[in-house]
């Protein structure tokens, strides 16, 4: 069974300019998340799908990130414009179960994570 | 203060011997704790999740929670050089959604 799998791995681009991520997430998964690490900071909550509807964006930084589910499979995150502050690992994650206690399953996959270096 | 509190270490321990992780959190409400294991460029792994208080044992793994005093803590016994990680501990703030709170993560370094 595939992994959470996303696209790119790296990517580099200058102030202003746009980029977009990709998330598949594990086939089945309705529970879609989004994370972000920042130089030297902690991994942050950014956001949760089910299915193809936005449950929790209370960690958006702010309007220039957008984050799509059409179809409720694969996911994509655009900065535009990207600024220096966003250079990080975006994560993305993927579960099956919304509540760990009810199903008792801790388990959310992670992907590798994109990073992302803004000059 | 931060909402999950680590010691970013590193931690030293020799091959054979138990490794404590220990992690601290904020949110009184906090629902269930997670600890994951996470290689140099690799994803975050999950370890161990524990909801109730005291101890869950898995192999060689032992998560204890301590919900008065706001704690958890992972153990690792008979730690090999394989075990060498950053190991992130995790709140999750309510019982639904994997909405967690990551701590900063502590550098665990087995020496052989």
Request: glycine letters at 8%; proline letters at 3%.
């Amino acid at each position: 069974e595939a992994g959470v799998t996303q696209f790119p791995s790296h990517s580099v681009i200058e102030k202003g300019q746009t980029v977009t991520l990709r998330c598949d997430p594990i086939s089945g998964h309705d529970n879609l998340y989004w994370y972000r690490r920042v130089m030297g900071k902690e991994i942050k909550f950014l956001l949760h799908f089910v299915k193809e509807s936005k449950q929790d964006e209370s960690g958006m930084p702010n309007n220039r990130f957008l984050a799509e589910r059409t179809g409720g499979t694969y996911s994509t995150l655009k900065v535009q414009p990207a600024e220096l502050e966003d250079s990080g690992v975006y994560f993305c994650a993927s579960s099956h179960h919304s509540s760990v206690i009810s199903a008792n399953t801790g388990e959310l996959f992670f992907g590798e994570g994109s990073r992302l270096t803004v000059l | 203060q931060k909402e999950v509190e680590q010691n970013s270490g590193p931690l030293s321990v020799p091959e054979g011997a138990i490794a404590s992780l220990n992690c601290t959190y904020s949110d009184r409400g906090s629902q269930s704790f997670f600890w994951y294991r996470q290689y140099s460029g690799k994803s975050p792994e999950l370890i161990m999740f524990i909801y109730s208080n005291g101890d869950k044992e898995d192999g060689r793994f032992t998560a204890q929670l301590n919900k008065a005093s706001q704690y958890v803590s992972l153990l690792i016994r008979d730690s090999q050089p394989s075990d060498s990680a950053t190991y992130l501990c995790a709140v999750n703030e309510r019982e639904y959604g994997n909405k967690l709170v990551f701590g900063a993560g502590t550098i665990l370094r087995v020496k052989s």
